[in-house]
């Protein structure tokens, strides 16, 4: 398949997601929600490492990270979980989709990355989202 | 943590989200991308396995609501994957921001269409913004 055809698919899934999840949020209390969310995708992730990863090394500072990656992670969709629980899901999925911008600026301090002149504009616009969304309902 | 609000918890959200995408991009220095979303669910498996039993589950669900949750984490999975295997084929440029651009779209208009939800002119705004935001960092 094209780059394309999984990037369509990736879209209709995590789109759903949002809006199934909210659904959930109304029927079960949300620490069933996310541990059912990661048991599932661990049990489908460990298939898919073990078939395209399995000769792959392990070196310590990959595994260091990846474990900090689990445990930002782990929190950052539980915290994300409990907003939707309390407010629109057409609300809450677009505002902590905007994640990529901390990521952006944490790059830039952590890893020397520089910001274009779009990023900066991007960056701007991302703070009046917040302050635009934080007031409108 | 309820404390915070639904805009508090969403700011911790994004802050750690944040930090996330930090760390995988370093663990991709050194891990195939399967290897760092193995241990991305593997370390939130054990932290939830550990808050279920402090917290508990609530009130106990039907096979109706189990198949839900079953279908949202299925959905939740197959778009991480289908992501990365995009990653593969294309420039990150390219797909993170038609990915993270779109979908909340589509959220939105799933949310308007089966939920019933209604924004504020506002609201609609400060999403049109939030979109604009994450492509323009992602394309700049």
């Known amino acids: ?117 779009l990023q900066a504009v991007g960056i701007a616009c991302a703070g009046i989202a917040v302050l635009l969304i934080s007031r409108g309902d | 943590m309820n404390r915070l609000g639904w805009l508090g918890l969403s700011i911790v959200s994004i802050a750690l989200l944040g930090v996330w995408g930090l760390f995988s991009k370093l663990a991709l220095r050194d891990l195939e991308w399967p290897q760092v979303i193995f241990f991305y669910y593997g370390v939130a498996v054990l932290v939830m396995l550990v808050t279920y039993r402090r917290l508990g589950g609530g009130e106990p669900i039907g096979r109706r609501t189990l198949g839900l949750l079953v279908v949202a984490g299925l959905c939740g999975t197959g778009g991480t994957t289908c992501f990365y295997l995009a990653l593969e084929g294309q420039k990150a440029s390219l797909v993170v921001p038609l990915i993270a651009g779109v979908y909340p779209v589509l959220t939105a208009l799933l949310s308007r269409a089966f939920l019933k939800e209604r924004l504020s002119p506002t609201t609609i705004a400060g999403v049109a913004f939030a979109i604009a935001a994450v492509v323009l960092i992602s394309v700049g």
């Open chain 1, 1 to 117: 398949m094209s780059w394309l055809a999984w990037a369509i698919l990736s879209i209709a899934f995590w789109g759903t997601w949002g809006a199934i999840s909210k659904v959930a949020l109304a029927r079960a209390r949300w620490t069933r929600v996310v541990l059912v969310y990661y048991v599932g995708s661990l049990a489908i992730l460990t298939i898919v490492m073990l078939a395209r990863s399995s000769g792959a090394d392990w070196p310590d500072r990959g595994i260091l990270y990846g474990l900090l990656t689990g445990a930002a992670g782990v929190v950052g969709l539980v915290s994300l979980y409990r907003a939707l629980d309390l407010a629109k899901a057409s609300v809450i999925i677009p505002l902590t989709g905007m994640f990529p911008i901390v990521t952006a600026i944490l790059s830039l301090i952590f890893l020397d990355e520089s910001v274009s002149a």
